[in-house]
């Protein structure tokens, strides 16, 4: 299974400013030190050998999309965050190559940040594609629709030309989709949220449990969770906050922490924890910090074998 | 994970021994609860816990700790943390929990 991060940021999407853009380039040139490079690959060697990743890239700052390549041909996709514009438009190049126009999308709610990127989704224009959207929220449909009233979108609901289908799901129970099997979790979160589990025909498993608050006076629920991750090949999870932000001035806010994150991926024995739906006031110095630490807490923790742990940013790809 | 509780004159004191995480969160947190209630009962404004002997403490047991911030506040009982070790100062730092309670290098009160 092939995961591909079309955005990653929570809540709200972000841009560098210009100013930050400057500051990374002069700070690169510093670092060069008067080095000639034969061409710009050349270059680019340099920066991904001697840069930070927050020095000489950029976490990117769509919100929540996540490609699966999995089953048996359709594609895959949680969340409608504003990374689904790219992603759209790459699937149509790929379409052109003769991939089949059948999009399977799984909601983990209907927030704004995970629904703002269907209005620009331009396969939706497309006759010959089918769009599945499947949620656990009876109210997905009506999220969808009302975004794109009047008042909101010059393009209502209704003038998209795909063959758009609503499927509920039911939490608990397991679904096949297309050669992929997918489990259904609920999550504390505003209006509810939901995990899903994704299990290919290999056996590999990826967990995608965003906008899920793990509450203080609820740690007894956590043995659920446990189970739902149990030996995942890859955990994509909420590290909104720092752990004390969490149970303090944002608690109640629906989000989780780093650590909280590599403590549930530890007992659940998973393989590979990628942190993600980064707070947008983070610049990438904070995120690569967050990460940092969070690998320290892993190896600070660590009791069986080892949890990878990854930042995800906007165009990363995770093998599984 | 043990813990101890000595009521001092100023202060009740709580010796955690061991790890703190998902085996043991349970019955760190009816420790603080009842050092919490000692203090109370006896008029005492402290609780301090003493981190000397603890390894470390995963996200349950900070969780656990802000829980017993609350019932103290509620006791009017004051909460801190006394001489952590390498590790579990890493772990104050990167949870921020650093910023949420007084951590003093030893278990006596300085006023
Ligand atoms: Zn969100
Ligand atoms: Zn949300």
């Given at each position: ?91 149509m ?22 629904i ?34 009047e ?61 899920s ?22 955990v ?23 650590m ?61 | 994970?043990?813990y ?23 019955s ?13 009962q ?15 403490m ?15 506040q ?38």
């Amino acid at each position: 299974m092939l995961v591909r991060f079309w955005g990653t940021r929570g809540s709200l999407p972000v841009a560098p400013t210009a100013m930050a853009i400057r500051h990374k380039i002069a700070n690169a040139l510093v670092a060069a030190d008067g080095r000639r490079f034969e061409n710009s690959a050349d270059a680019e060697r340099f920066v991904d050998r001697e840069l930070s990743f927050a020095a000489g890239s950029h976490y990117g700052g769509a919100t929540s999309c996540v490609e699966l390549e999995a089953g048996n041909g359709s594609y895959f996709i949680c969340d409608m965050g504003s990374g689904l514009r790219s992603f759209g438009l790459d699937s149509m190049r790929r379409n052109a190559a003769g991939h089949k126009k059948t999009y399977n999308f799984f909601l983990s709610h209907l927030h704004w940040d995970h629904i703002m990127g269907f209005p620009f989704f331009a396969p939706s224009f497309d006759p010959e594609a089918t769009i599945r959207i499947h949620a656990a929220h009876p109210d997905a449909e009506q999220a969808l629709r009302r975004q794109q009233e009047e008042i909101s979108f010059p393009v209502p609901f209704d003038w998209l030309r795909a063959n758009i289908e609503f499927e509920q799901l039911t939490p608990g129970k397991s679904h096949e989709v297309d050669g992929v099997r997918i489990e259904t979790k609920l999550q504390q979160h505003s209006h509810d949220s939901y995990g899903y589990r994704f299990t290919d025909a290999d056996g590999r498993a990826v967990i995608y449990s965003t906008d899920s608050e793990h509450k203080l006076d609820k740690m007894d629920v956590e043995a659920a969770f446990i189970e739902f991750f149990r030996n995942a090949d890859l955990v994509v999870f909420d590290t909104m906050y720092s752990l004390a932000e969490s149970v303090s001035m944002k608690e109640d806010w629906g989000h989780s922490s780093n650590m909280v994150a590599v403590d549930l991926c530890h007992e659940a024995g998973a393989k590979k924890l990628a942190l993600f739906h980064h707070e947008p006031t983070y610049e990438d110095e904070d995120i690569q910090r967050m990460h940092e630490e969070s690998i320290r807490y892993e190896e600070l923790t660590r009791e069986g074998s080892p949890l990878e742990v990854i930042c995800s940013y906007d165009g990363l790809e995770v093998r599984v | 994970m043990d813990y101890f509780l000595d009521r001092r004159e100023d202060a009740v004191i709580v010796a955690v021994h061991g790890r703190v995480d998902e085996a043991s969160w349970e019955s760190f947190g009816a420790g603080l609860s009842e050092a919490i209630q000692q203090a109370q009962q006896s008029g005492l404004g402290d609780v301090i816990i003493d981190l000397q002997k603890l390894d470390y403490m995963s996200s349950r047991g900070l969780r656990v700790l802000t829980v017993a911030k609350r019932q103290g506040q509620e006791a009017s009982v004051t909460i801190s943390l006394a001489s952590p070790n390498e590790v579990m100062r890493e772990i104050l730092a990167i949870s921020r929990y650093d910023k949420l309670f007084t951590i003093t290098e030893t278990i006596e009160i300085r006023r």
